[in-house]
């Protein structure tokens, strides 16, 4: 490639590093700047208490519409965020949460379903959790059969043979305690 193709190519390389940098920094804000113009602050409160957000999104609010001018109408949020707390707090949505490994941030505490709330996530996200190790002791086997194909001594295939056999009691054990976990859950 000639030095005119290759200042070219650098060019726009910089320019696609710039734009890829400007989408991440612009990722950062709670709000882009069409959103906080439009903003209806009662169904965003509604939206942000249905994500299970902290009372402080507000705020985030705050800082990302005040560098366009617009401040947020925070009795309209807070009402809104009470309304869609209230529905995030279900017990089966905790359930649910707890499944997939998601984030809670502590918002269901003082509602009046947030004990079974957080009793059903906390069963789910256990559950959860062993299943996640479950998966990487799987991976790790598969890692440690591929090994045992390519040993090239009897001593190494000896030791690889008893970390399997370790692993798989392993595996026993975590499947156990996962139906242990299951049976012992909370119904929502």
Request: proline residues 3%.
């Amino acid at each position: 490639m000639n030095s005119k193709h290759a200042g070219h190519w650098s060019r726009a390389a910089a320019t696609a590093a710039a734009i890829a940098a400007m989408a991440v920094l612009g990722g950062c804000a709670s709000m882009s700047e069409s959103e906080c113009q439009r903003a209806d602050w009662y169904q965003k409160g509604v939206q942000d208490g249905r994500d299970g957000q902290t009372r402080d999104r507000v705020e985030d609010h705050a800082q990302a519409c005040g560098k366009v001018g617009v401040h947020p109408d925070e009795a309209r949020w807070q009402s809104g965020w009470a309304e869609g707390v209230r529905r995030y707090c279900r017990p089966a949505n905790g359930w649910q949460l707890g499944l997939k490994g998601e984030f809670y941030r502590g918002v269901c505490a003082d509602q009046p379903d947030g004990a079974a709330f957080e009793d059903a996530y906390q069963s789910a996200k256990r559950i959860y959790d062993v299943g996640q190790q479950i998966d990487r002791n799987y991976r790790d086997m598969q890692r440690l059969e591929r090994d045992l194909a390519e040993a090239k001594t009897d001593d190494e295939r000896k030791r690889l043979r008893g970390l399997l056999r370790e692993l798989d009691i392993e595996q026993q054990r975590l499947r156990q305690r996962q139906r242990m976990e299951m049976l012992s859950a909370p119904r929502p």
